[in-house]
């Protein structure tokens, strides 16, 4: 097939690190264009792995990741807690979208919220945290309620502890175990909403619907498509999203998680510059869906369009929950995916299922 020679053309490799969830659904999206998948994780029974070649390896081997590099035409991560450092590695030899310090901007809370503040959105008040003292002082100035969070290596609530009135400091701290952290005003939201943004090499950009997020036990458990908001508020979130695609010059997708104040303000939580969970939905209800939207990206291809055909309710099969597979495949709006993970833990993301509404026709 010919092409701009900018452009990964169907038929070529794209490179995954990590292998879970996401890059399992990465690789079905890349299989559907033509392209080839190859994983670089750990776990040889990951579930990318059992969809796609694979090379087993610790995400700090560096003779494997050059290997690896070799192997493939663009390489691109479905998780935030592999080593920046590796991915530069890899940016050595081949093109790795979005690029590395993107990576080490969305693993940092302070970072991360020191790039959304000076891009102008309004994030959580907040102050650095290193010791004990620090941690009195920001409490001082914070108040409580607040929460005290690792900078590093947090997700689904790990990492974070809430300092209510009438918690101890010390044992605060203690439970931190000593890891560079910040301390964050607590936003009595109401409601919690995401959107996914890509950007692509000739920076196009197009944003997924506004949509809601419900947690149970700090996990996502619920999505809603779309996010039943002012649509003014909605435009301002994807305007969020947007700027700060360009500002990061990304090629892939950003994921911005944001809370809705009680009197209507928007407040960036975090983002992730890779598919993510709040956007399953699209699978089943927009005309491109995220991880297709992410291989259009990372190969120079045209976006997709976003469109949404449908409503959509996403809810996660955590755990147990997958032992509901037959009765969800008897239902006629629902649709299943499933993980191929064999353990079912507590906590664990097993599946999703996406239940829809479509959309009359105007
Ligand atoms: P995070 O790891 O920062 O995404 O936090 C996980 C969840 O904890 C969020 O989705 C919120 O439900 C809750 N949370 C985090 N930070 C705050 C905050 N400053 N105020 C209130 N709730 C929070």
Not at 90 to 118: C, G, M, N, Y
Not at 153 to 160: E, M, S, V
Not at 298 to 303: E, H, K, Q, R, S
């Amino acid at each position: 097939m010919s092409a701009d020679p900018g452009v990964i053309a169907p038929g070529s490799t794209i490179g995954i690190i990590g292998g879970g969830q996401l890059g399992r659904m990465t690789a079905l999206a890349a299989a559907r264009l033509g392209y080839r998948c190859h994983i670089f994780c750990p776990d040889e029974d990951a579930p990318a792995v059992q969809v796609a070649q694979a090379t087993i390896a610790a995400f700090d081997d560096a003779r494997a990741l050059v290997e690896f590099a070799a192997a493939v035409d663009v390489v691109t991560f479905e998780f935030e807690n592999i080593p920046a450092a590796s991915l530069r590695i890899l940016a050595d030899h081949v093109a790795v979208r979005p690029d590395w310090p993107i990576l080490e901007t969305a693993q940092d809370r302070r970072a991360e919220k020191t790039f959304f503040q000076s891009i102008g959105s309004a994030v959580a008040d907040w102050q650095p945290v290193d010791d004990a003292d620090g941690l009195a002082h920001a409490v001082d100035r914070l108040g409580r309620p607040s929460v005290l969070k690792t900078a590093r290596l947090g997700y689904d609530g790990k990492g974070q502890v809430k300092i209510a009135p009438g918690i101890d400091l010390a044992e605060a701290w203690a439970e931190i175990q000593g890891q560079e952290c910040i301390l964050e005003s607590f936003i009595d939201f109401e409601r919690e909403i995401s959107v996914i943004v890509a950007r692509g090499t000739d920076g196009a950009t197009a944003c997924f619907d506004v949509v809601e997020n419900r947690h149970r036990n700090h996990i996502l458990d619920v999505t809603m498509a779309p996010a039943q908001i002012d649509p003014r508020l909605a435009g301002q979130a994807a305007a969020i999203a947007t700027r700060a695609a360009v500002a990061l010059n990304l090629i892939g997708l950003l994921a911005v998680e944001m809370f809705v104040t009680a009197d209507g303000r928007l407040l960036v939580n975090e983002m992730a510059p890779r598919p993510h969970n709040s956007g399953h939905w699209t699978m089943d209800a927009c005309l491109t869906d995220q991880f297709e939207q992410l291989v259009r990206a990372i190969c120079g291809l045209p976006l997709g369009s976003p469109e949404r055909h449908s409503d959509a309710v996403m809810t996660n099969l955590i755990g147990p929950d997958v032992d509901l597979w037959l009765p969800i495949l008897k239902e006629p709006e629902s649709h299943l995916h499933l993980y191929g993970k064999s353990v079912a833990r507590p906590g664990r993301k097993m599946g999703h299922v996406t239940r829809l509404t479509p959309r009359p026709r105007i």
